[in-house]
């Protein structure tokens, strides 16, 4: 079992800048991929970033490429997200999620989730 906690929501200007971080505990390390996903209101959840489990290989939505930069710390069990020059439209509440697969864009493919964090940027 993997517990996951997120942290650093809140609210932020467009242009902005916040960074999430993902506590994991229980059985972690660099046992499973690491992952965001969002989902804004009325909408579904979507996939927004990945990180493997040694951290050397990550993936992006495109909508955050350029801007969203994800890292872990596999001693800290922490995974972070760097969001840089937020938009109005990241406004979602943020998951982490861990997959035992070597990395992952599909919720389908996550084992544990965690209670999320609320973000929203203003105009």
């Known amino acids: 079992q993997v517990q996951l906690v997120e942290s650093g929501g809140g609210l932020v200007q467009a242009g902005g800048s916040l960074r999430l971080s993902c506590a994991a505990s229980g059985r972690t390390g660099s046992t499973y991929a690491m992952g965001w996903f969002r989902q804004a209101p009325g909408k579904e959840r979507e996939f927004v970033i990945a990180i493997s489990r040694g951290g050397g290989r990550t993936l992006y939505a495109n909508s955050v490429k350029g801007r969203f930069t994800i890292s872990r710390d596999n001693a800290k069990n922490t995974v972070y997200l760097q969001m840089n020059s937020l938009k109005p439209e990241d406004t979602a509440v943020y998951y982490c999620?861990?997959?035992?697969?070597?990395?992952?864009?599909?919720?389908?493919?996550?084992?544990?989730w965690g209670q999320g964090t609320r973000v929203t940027v203003s105009s």
């Open positions: 999620a861990a997959s035992s697969l070597t990395l992952a864009t599909m919720s389908r493919s996550y084992d544990y």
